[in-house]
Nanobody, 127 residues
């Protein structure tokens, strides 16, 4: 089991940048994929980015591709989501989540595959 704690959420202006952090504790070696999701009020949880820990492969949602970067420290104890040129549409609660299995039948965007979740951090964007 792993525990995830997100920090870095803030109230920002449109066009600003923000870096979210996800602190990882517990059995980090069990993690095969780690991702960022977001959920706005009344909306479904949306996959934002995912990192395949063993291979280094990265995926991004179209909505953030080119504006966001997912990265990790060497020990996999912190995972980051750097977001540039924030828009009102980026306003949401952001969650870090981890998959502890090597393969799954589906896509990284599907929240059902992620066994561990953090409590979330709020990003508010004002114009």
């Amino acid at each position: 089991q792993v525990q995830l704690v997100e920090t870095g959420g803030a109230s920002v202006q449109a066009g600003d940048s923000l870096r979210l952090s996800c602190k990882v504790t517990g059995r980090v070696d069990d993690i095969w994929y780690i991702g960022w999701f977001r959920q706005a009020p009344g909306q479904e949880r949306e996959g934002v980015a995912c990192l395949a820990v063993k291979s280094g492969t990265i995926w991004y949602a179209d909505s953030v591709n080119g504006r966001s970067t997912i990265s990790r420290d060497a020990a996999m104890r912190t995972v980051y989501l750097q977001m540039l040129s924030l828009k009102r549409d980026d306003m949401a609660q952001y969650y870090c989540a981890a998959i502890d299995q090597a393969s799954f039948e589906g896509t990284w965007r599907e929240a059902r595959f992620y066994r561990s979740w953090g409590q979330g951090t709020q990003v508010t964007v004002s114009s």
